[in-house]
């Protein structure tokens, strides 16, 4: 879930919130399916992403487009340090066999 705000060359503004649903690249069966484990979700300290197979990238993205963590060539099993993000919303995008899945993620320190 996204929140969006436009104002026009008027200095009118409006306000909405939008839901984006993105699907993998490519044709998927019915019976196909792609399981991503992120837990815990929010998470305090560490976060861990399991995946049926091995993650080629997977980037951490802040709701202001900023890039929080990139990296390649994971295995199918990933543990995370938080600790040091700020708290707050994030997207998790991975890149499995070339189809791409966002998830949320919420990161709290209390």
Same mark, same amino acid.
């Given at each position: 879930?996204?929140?969006?705000?436009?104002?026009?060359?008027?200095?009118?503004?409006?306000?909405?919130?939008?839901?984006?649903? &993105?699907?993998?690249?490519?044709?998927?069966?019915?019976?196909?399916?792609?399981?991503?484990?992120?837990?815990?979700?929010?998470?305090? #300290?560490?976060?861990?992403?399991?995946?049926?197979?091995?993650?080629?990238?997977? #980037?951490?993205?802040?709701?202001?487009?900023?890039? &929080?963590?990139?990296?390649?060539?994971?295995?199918? #099993?990933?543990?995370?340090?938080?600790?040091?993000?700020?708290?707050? &919303?994030?997207?998790?995008?991975?890149? &499995?066999?070339?189809?791409?899945?966002?998830? #949320?993620?919420?990161?709290?320190?209390?």
């Amino acid at each position: 879930m996204f929140w969006v705000k436009v104002n026009n060359n008027e200095g009118c503004e409006g306000r909405d919130t939008i839901i984006i649903s &993105i699907w993998p690249k490519g044709p998927v069966s019915k019976t196909e399916k792609l399981l991503i484990k992120v837990f815990p979700n929010p998470s305090h #300290k560490l976060l861990n992403i399991v995946t049926e197979d091995n993650i080629n990238k997977l #980037k951490v993205i802040n709701l202001a487009g900023q890039e &929080i963590f990139s990296s390649t060539k994971f295995g199918n #099993k990933i543990i995370l340090n938080t600790l040091d993000w700020p708290e707050g &919303i994030y997207i998790l995008k991975t890149d &499995i066999n070339g189809s791409f899945y966002f998830q #949320k993620l919420s990161i709290l320190h209390n």
